[in-house]
C-alpha cells in the first residue's frame, strides 16, 4: 500500500484525465468546485463507499474573517487579527505565508461557497472559542459536519463533478523528474484500475487512523479513543517521503476533551466557554478549561479512570439544545440533571466535600476577580447555578495536523525547497497551522485548511492546467 513507482512515463494508463483529486472529502470537493469552475476535467476518488472524510465527524465551523455574515451583525474582524491569533495560538510555529494566505482567502472561499454554490452558510454567535478576539465561525444551520458534507455533496453534483466511490487508491507513478504520471486505485471486489494524470491533488486527510504513526509520532495519544475517519491512513505522507517531499510538524494534532463517551458524541466547547467546568471523579477542576479543547485532550485522559465530567447548569444546557450532537446525547440520556450538589455527589460517587469546595472556589474567584491557580477567571453572571447538569466524557484525537509542506498556493515543496512537478495538497494531507504539538490548535483549523485551501488549491491546479511549464 501507499506505494510509488517512480521511472514510469505517462501513457499506458486504463485512462486519464488532466486532474485527480484524492479524497472527497470538505477538501477535495471544495478542491473539485474551484477547478471544475475553471473548466477543468476532473474526477475525484473517494474509498469510501459514501463521502464523509473527517468533516463529516466534525461540528462543521469553519473560520473566516471579514465576511458580509459577520457585517450583516456588527461583527468587526479582519484578515490580520485572524492570523494574529492564529499565530498566538501556536507560538509562531506554523509558516506566516501560509497563514496569511488562509486569513485573507477566508471571507472570499466563504461568500464563494454560499453565493456559488448555496453552501448555507450562517454566522455562529453568543460565544468566542478559545484564542479567538472575534466571533469568527460559519456553520450551516444544525451545525453539523455532516449537514456541510452534505451540501458540497450536492454542490458536486449540481456542478457535475464525477466522483468514483469505493476507490482506494494504493500505488502513484512518476517519471524520473518526480513529475506525477498516473496511479493505481483497486475497488472492493479486487479489480484494479490505472489512471494517468497531468495533476494531482491530495485531499486525503492525516494519519490518524494509523495506530503504528500515531504510535509512533504521537505515543501520548497511542491509547486515546480515536474519533476520526478509519480511511486516515497516513498515505499522503508516505507517497511524500518516497517521492522526498518535505514533510514538518508531524507531531501536531487536534484532540478533544469533551466527547461524551458513550454514546462518542461531541459535545461542543460552547458548554466550557458559557461558564461551565470540567472536573474529575473526586469532583476537583484539573485544568484551565479556557485553555483550549484540543490540549484540554490530553488532561482529561492523565485524570483517574481516564474520564472527566463536564458540569454546566439550565442556562448553558438551553443553549447547547441549538447544537445537533448535544440532541443526540440528549436522546441517549448522556446528560443527567440534579437539583443540588448533594444530588450530584451521591449520584455519581463524588466526594460532596471535594465538590463544594469547587463550587466555593469558584464563586471566592468570580467575587474577588482573581484567577484560580490554572490561570481561570470567573465572572459573576456566569457562575453555575442549579438545577445543574452532568455529562461524562473522555479525552480523544481527531485528526492529525501535520503533513506534506506546501507553498501559499498549495503545491508541495520536496526537501530542497523547491516545488515537486505537479503535486499539490491540501487539509489534513498538508503541513497545517497548528505549529508542532495539541497546544496549537486553534478552534477551526482543521477545516480552515480544508476547506480555505482546497479551493486555494484547486485554483491553483487549474492555472497550472491552463499554463503548462
Same mark, same amino acid.
Not at 474551484?34 to 474526477?43: C, S, T
Not at 449537514?147 to 469505493?166: K, Q, R, S, V
Not at 494531482?200 to 487512523?209: K, M
Not at 448553558?316 to 443527567?336: C, G, P, W
Given at each position: ?7 514510469? &512515463? ?30 477543468? &476535467? ?8 459514501? #463521502? ?11 473560520? /473566516? ?14 484578515? &490580520? ?22 486569513? &485573507? ?45 452534505? /451540501? ?18 494504493? +500505488? ?25 494524470? +497531468? ?25 486515546? $479513543? ?7 491512513? =497516513? ?27 458513550? #454514546? ?17 471523579? *473526586? ?30 447548569? *439550565? ?16 436522546? @441517549? ?43 481561570? @477567571? ?8 442549579? #438545577? ?20 501559499? =498556493? ?9 516545488? $515537486?512537478?505537479?503535486?499539490?495538497? /491540501? ?34 491546479? /487549474? ?7
Amino acid at each position: 500500500m501507499s506505494t510509488v513507482h517512480t521511472g514510469v &512515463e505517462s501513457g499506458g494508463f486504463d485512462f486519464s484525465m488532466p486532474l485527480v483529486i484524492v479524497g472527497a472529502g470538505a477538501c477535495g470537493l471544495v478542491a473539485a468546485l474551484a477547478a471544475k469552475e475553471a473548466g477543468i &476535467e476532473l474526477v475525484v476518488l473517494e474509498r469510501d463507499a459514501f #463521502p464523509r472524510g473527517s468533516t463529516s465527524m466534525s461540528s462543521g465551523f469553519v473560520p /473566516a474573517a471579514g465576511t458580509r455574515f459577520q457585517t450583516a451583525v456588527g461583527v468587526v474582524d479582519s484578515a &490580520e487579527l485572524m492570523a494574529t491569533d492564529i499565530q498566538k495560538k501556536n507560538g509562531h510555529e506554523a509558516d506566516p505565508a501560509i497563514v496569511n494566505t488562509l486569513a &485573507e482567502q477566508s471571507a472570499g472561499i466563504i461568500e464563494w461557497l454560499a453565493d456559488r454554490h448555496n453552501i448555507p452558510f450562517e454566522l455562529v454567535q453568543g460565544f468566542l472559542y478559545p484564542g479567538h478576539s472575534a466571533e469568527r465561525m460559519h456553520c450551516t444551520p444544525r451545525r453539523t459536519g455532516e449537514e456541510l458534507m452534505g /451540501a458540497l455533496l450536492t454542490a458536486a453534483e449540481n456542478a457535475g463533478i464525477d466522483i468514483i466511490t469505493d476507490a482506494l487508491v494504493t +500505488d502513484l507513478y512518476a517519471n524520473t523528474e518526480g513529475r506525477i504520471t498516473g496511479l493505481t486505485y483497486e475497488q472492493p471486489d479486487g479489480s484494479r484500475e490505472t489512471l494517468g494524470c +497531468d495533476t494531482l491533488l491530495l485531499a486525503c486527510n492525516g494519519y490518524g487512523g494509523n495506530q503504528s504513526l500515531v504510535k509512533q509520532y504521537l505515543p501520548q495519544m497511542e491509547r486515546a $479513543l480515536y474519533y476520526g475517519h478509519e480511511g486516515n491512513q =497516513g498515505d499522503a505522507i508516505r507517497w511524500g517521503e518516497q517521492l522526498g517531499a518535505s514533510l514538518k510538524d508531524l507531531g501536531a494534532f487536534q484532540g478533544h476533551g469533551s466527547l461524551a463517551d458513550p #454514546p462518542q458524541t461531541l459535545i461542543s466547547w460552547a458548554v466550557m466557554m458559557q461558564g461551565g467546568i470540567q472536573v474529575n471523579i *473526586h469532583g476537583e477542576r484539573f485544568s484551565n478549561e479556557h485553555g483550549g479543547y484540543s490540549e484540554q485532550a490530553a488532561k482529561v485522559l492523565a485524570q483517574p479512570t481516564q474520564y472527566a465530567w463536564n458540569l454546566y447548569d *439550565h442556562r448553558i444546557h438551553d443553549y447547547l439544545t441549538r447544537f445537533e450532537d448535544y440532541q443526540n446525547a440528549m436522546a @441517549t440520556r448522556s446528560v443527567k440533571t440534579f437539583d443540588s450538589l448533594e444530588d450530584m455527589a451521591h449520584a455519581l460517587t463524588m466526594d460532596l466535600a471535594v465538590l463544594e469546595s469547587t463550587f466555593s472556589e469558584m464563586a471566592s474567584l468570580a467575587e474577588s476577580g482573581q484567577s484560580d491557580r490554572f490561570g481561570r @477567571t470567573f465572572a459573576a453572571q456566569d457562575l453555575l447555578k442549579p #438545577p445543574y447538569c452532568a455529562i461524562r466524557v473522555t479525552g480523544a484525537l481527531f485528526h492529525t495536523q501535520g503533513g506534506l509542506e506546501i507553498t501559499p =498556493g498549495g503545491r508541495v515543496l520536496d526537501d530542497t525547497g523547491g516545488v $515537486l512537478p505537479n503535486l499539490l495538497a /491540501a487539509g489534513g494531507a498538508a503541513r497545517g497551522v497548528s505549529g508542532s504539538n495539541d497546544t496549537g490548535y486553534l478552534s477551526g483549523n482543521g477545516l480552515l485548511h480544508a476547506i480555505v485551501m482546497g479551493g486555494i488549491a484547486g485554483r491553483t491546479a /487549474a492555472a497550472m492546467l491552463a499554463d503548462p511549464p
